[in-house]
């Protein structure tokens, strides 16, 4: 469940946190393009030759006064020429700088000159590097200012320090904005996750139940069948009495394992658990665990090498513990090849603890890896069935790995099997 949980929360969480960047990203895109088509206008300006810049014929006849009227004439055709030092542009500070022999002769400010903005040097500097018909606009969030230099010895120049001040700002906000977004968004994710995740915990909290209350219900009749058939004498019955032995005993172990795992998931989410913890000399529990498997070992002509690394300690459950050590030690015993050897080794790395157990014997099937820790999978049922195994023992020592905020994980090979348990440390 708590696997599904995540999953949800994590899918829930992106999907709003990408809308959330999405909506960032385009109202930053349209300032910016904004802002761009507003600076292109402005360079734009002064481009109509028969406007602000047509050259004055010195041949013909004086053009007529511009009286500051307009007419329905067409401008050209009157000779429109108006004094470019009375045109204002008020969105923007803007400058006409005019050449001769590709030095500044005159600057003429069309906005409210409200900066220190040194137009002469940055003039200085766009006609040594580069040539007439350059128009440059740049990034807008880093360019101070941006140019048209034109052919007819006109130069215009555009003050970017307001622009990139106000998208630099707006970026900034919506930067912030996003983050109390995020922050909105995880809390919403929870609360989503919560609800939609409700109807699975209660159908996994009811079958948990049922398979506790279950397994208690059937102790008392299997202990009974169990004590009656010990009661049960005569040869004619000794086949029949075997199989109700053999059968009962099988059960038992099943029912056993099944409260074992029970009581386990319901220990995780007790919030007391952890506090029954206790600090243990693992180095001695790994030990002990295996000298005892040893003669188990042995009759399956198998031999057990320790690698253990001494005074290792853990803040853990002791009898929970022994029970996944032991878990382990007959997994890889009952799955070893004859005359091989089992390797156990325990050992600090970094922040953590890990404790292998290495057999060789049949690999684990590709695509397996995390399945053979499920209740009830079987890789080889015929096999297990005959060994009693029920596919409990796996998934028991997960749910302890779990229950002590460990990670476990299997892998085949080179033809040896591992099964690695990690353990995090704090202040290690």
């Not at 609360?191 to 397994?215: C, G, N």
């Not at 206790?278 to 002990?288: A, D, R, Y």
Request: net charge negative; proline share 3%.
């Amino acid at each position: 469940m708590k696997e599904l949980s995540r999953k949800t929360f994590l899918t829930i969480c992106l999907i709003l946190t990408l809308f959330n960047l999405i909506s960032v990203i385009l109202v930053n895109v349209q300032s910016y393009k904004r802002e761009r088509e507003s600076v292109e206008h402005n360079l734009s300006f002064f481009d109509n030759r028969g406007g602000w810049f047509a050259p004055e014929d010195k041949s013909g006849p004086e053009p007529p006064a511009f009286d500051g009227e307009k007419t329905d004439e067409d401008p050209d055709k009157k000779g429109f020429n108006p004094d470019m030092e009375n045109a204002l542009i008020l969105d923007h500070e803007v400058y006409t700088v005019e050449l001769t022999d590709s030095t500044v002769s005159k600057v003429i400010n069309h906005g409210n000159d409200n900066s220190a903005f040194d137009v002469e040097s940055i003039a200085n500097n766009i006609i040594s590097t580069y040539s007439p018909g350059t128009r440059k606009i740049g990034n807008l969030y880093l360019a101070d200012y941006t140019f048209n230099y034109k052919f007819d010895n006109i130069l215009v120049v555009m003050n970017n320090s307001e622009i990139k001040s106000k998208l630099l700002r707006l970026l900034i906000e919506m930067l912030l904005v996003f983050v109390v977004l995020e922050v909105v968004i995880f809390f919403l994710s929870k609360l989503i996750t919560k609800w939609i995740t409700r109807p699975a915990h209660d159908a996994f909290d009811k079958q948990k139940e049922f398979i506790a209350d279950a397994s208690h219900e059937l102790k008392t009749p299997l202990a009974v069948i169990m004590a009656s058939s010990d009661e049960l004498t005569g040869d004619e019955n000794k086949k029949y009495i075997e199989n109700i032995k053999y059968e009962s005993d099988r059960m038992s172990r099943l029912i056993s394992g099944m409260l074992d795992l029970s009581k386990l998931e319901q220990s995780a989410s007790d919030d007391s658990y952890r506090e029954s913890f206790k600090e243990e000399k693992l180095s001695k529990l790994v030990e002990k665990n295996c000298l005892v498997f040893e003669g188990v070992a042995s009759e399956n002509g198998v031999e057990i090498e320790t690698g253990i690394e001494k005074d290792i300690t853990f803040n853990c459950n002791k009898d929970e513990i022994e029970k996944l050590i032991s878990t382990l030690l007959d997994n890889a015993v009952k799955h070893s090849d004859k005359s091989t050897t089992v390797n156990v080794k325990l050992y600090k790395e970094k922040n953590s603890i890990v404790l292998k157990v290495i057999n060789c014997g049949d690999p684990i099937n590709p695509g397996d890896e995390e399945k053979i820790f499920e209740r009830f999978y079987r890789a080889d049922k015929s096999r297990n069935r005959n060994e009693n195994r029920y596919g409990l023992g796996l998934a028991i020592a997960k749910r302890i790995v779990q229950n002590h905020g460990g990670e476990i994980k299997a892998y085949s090979k080179d033809g040896r099997t591992t099964l690695k348990v990690t353990f995090p440390v704090k202040g290690n």
